[in-house]
C-alpha cells in the first residue's frame, strides 16, 4: 500500500497514476521529472483536474493569458491555426436556446466572431468553455463569422477555424457565405435549426453596433490550485516528510475546505486580487512563458508562480519543519523553471543567472535567441 499525497489514503499500487505537479496546460510535461509523481491516486488526479486544476486555467484572465502566450509563436512563414480568445457570455439569444445553454462569444485572429452555443454548469459559472467533460461527451453547436480583416490573411482564419474546439463535440456551422471550401475542415451543412441561427446571428452582428458581454468571476478561483501547487512542489522536492508539518496539515486543510474546519493559515497571495508591482513581475516573469521561481525565505520555501510576466502568485510551499541542511542546501541560491509549451522545452536555472540574464549582465544565450524570435514577427498582426 502506498499513500497518495494528496487525499492521504492508503491505496494499492494499481490505483496510482502520473500526476504532472505543474499541469500540462502550462507546459508541465517538459518540466524536469523530479516535478512528475506517480504518488496520487487516480480519482484525485481526475477531481482535482476537474474542480481544482481546470478551475484555474478556465479562469478568463488565465485561460487568455495562455492563448496569448500560444500566439507570440507564432511564424508567418509557417502558419498555423492560433487559439480564438473567450469574451464571455454573449447578450444574443439565439432561436431555441435552452435554458440550460449559454452563448458564448469568442474572437478569431482578425476579430472574427464566434458564437458558441453551450451547455451551461452552474457548479462550474466560471469556467470559459464550461464544463470541459460535458463539452466532450454532449454535442453543442457554434456559429463561425468571418470579418473584414480576415482577408488579410484567410489561410490563418481558416486554420484557427479548423482548429477551434478541437476535442470537444461541436458542430462547427458557418454564418459567412463562402462557398464549399468549409467542409475539408470539420464545417457541417446547416440543419432547420442551424439556418434559423445563422439568420440570426448574421442580423444580430449587423444591427447591434455594441455588444453586450458578461464575464463571470469567480474570486478565490486560485486558491485550492495554489495549495495543490504547494503540496506537489514540496513532495517533489523533500519528499513525503514535507507534508507531515503543522504547515502542510493547514494547507490540506485549503484543499479539502470546509467551513466547519476554520480559516486555513495559509502564506500567498495573488497579484490578481491584491494588485501588483510592475518591476516585480517583470524580473520574476519571462514573456509568453510560465516562470516558476522557489526560494527559501527565512518564513519557509516559496514558490513564485508567474504568467507571461503579467500574472502571479506566491505561496510557501514548505515550511523548515522536519528539513535538514541536505534538504535546504541545493535551493539556497533559488531556483527558477521556464515552461515554453509552444517549443515544448523547459529551462532549469539557478536564480542569479536568471537575474543576471534579466537584467542584462549576462544574457542567457538560449532565452535571448527565444526573445529574438518572438520579437520578429511581434508586430505581424498589427501591421498586415
Ligand atoms: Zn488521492
Not at 186 to 203: I, S
Request: charged share 20%; proline share 6%.
Amino acid at each position: 500500500m502506498s499513500k497518495c499525497i494528496y487525499c492521504r489514503q492508503d491505496k494499492d499500487p494499481a490505483e496510482f497514476t502520473l500526476e504532472h505537479v505543474f499541469p500540462q496546460f502550462m507546459g508541465g510535461a517538459y518540466a524536469p521529472d523530479c516535478f512528475k509523481t506517480r504518488s496520487v491516486c487516480k480519482p484525485c488526479n481526475s477531481n482535482l483536474g476537474l474542480f481544482v486544476d481546470a478551475g484555474f486555467e478556465k479562469n478568463w484572465f488565465v485561460s487568455n493569458r495562455l492563448r496569448m502566450n500560444a500566439r507570440a509563436f507564432f511564424d508567418p512563414n509557417s502558419p498555423v491555426g492560433l487559439p480564438l480568445v473567450c469574451m464571455g457570455k454573449s447578450d444574443f439569444v439565439p432561436p431555441q436556446l435552452q435554458e440550460c445553454e449559454v452563448c458564448e462569444s469568442w474572437l478569431g485572429p482578425f476579430g472574427e466572431q464566434v458564437y458558441w452555443v453551450r451547455p451551461h454548469d452552474e457548479r462550474l459559472f466560471w469556467y470559459t468553455g464550461g464544463n470541459p467533460r460535458t463539452t466532450k461527451t454532449t454535442e453543442s453547436r457554434a456559429y463561425f463569422l468571418f470579418s473584414e480583416r480576415s482577408e488579410k490573411n484567410p489561410l490563418i482564419s481558416l486554420l484557427s477555424f479548423r482548429d477551434a474546439f478541437e476535442g470537444r463535440r461541436v458542430r462547427k456551422i458557418m454564418c459567412t457565405e463562402v462557398g464549399d471550401i468549409l467542409t475539408g475542415i470539420g464545417f457541417k451543412a446547416p440543419d432547420e435549426l442551424d439556418l434559423l441561427r445563422v439568420k440570426y446571428f448574421n442580423e444580430a452582428c449587423r444591427i447591434s453596433k455594441t455588444k453586450h458581454i458578461q464575464l463571470a468571476m469567480y474570486v478565490p478561483f486560485d486558491f485550492r490550485f495554489l495549495v495543490k501547487l504547494g503540496l506537489g512542489v514540496a513532495y517533489s522536492l523533500f519528499g513525503s516528510k514535507a507534508l507531515q508539518t503543522a504547515y502542510a496539515e493547514e494547507l490540506y486543510k485549503a484543499l479539502w475546505y470546509r467551513n466547519e474546519n476554520g480559516q486555513p493559515q495559509i502564506n500567498g497571495s495573488s497579484s490578481i486580487m491584491h494588485g501588483n508591482n510592475p518591476l516585480f513581475t517583470k524580473v520574476v516573469g519571462e514573456a509568453n512563458a510560465v516562470t516558476i521561481m522557489i526560494i527559501p525565505t527565512p518564513e519557509g520555501v516559496a514558490v513564485n508562480l508567474n504568467l507571461g510576466e503579467s500574472l502571479n502568485w506566491v505561496i510557501k510551499c514548505a515550511s523548515y519543519e522536519n528539513l535538514t541542511e541536505d534538504d535546504i542546501h541545493p535551493l539556497r541560491e533559488g531556483r527558477v523553471l521556464l515552461l515554453y509549451r509552444q517549443l515544448q522545452r523547459a529551462f532549469d536555472l539557478a536564480l542569479p543567472e536568471y537575474i543576471a540574464h534579466k537584467c542584462g549582465n549576462q544574457p542567457h544565450p538560449e532565452l535571448t535567441g527565444i526573445s529574438a524570435k518572438l520579437a520578429l514577427h511581434r508586430d505581424y498582426f498589427k501591421n498586415l
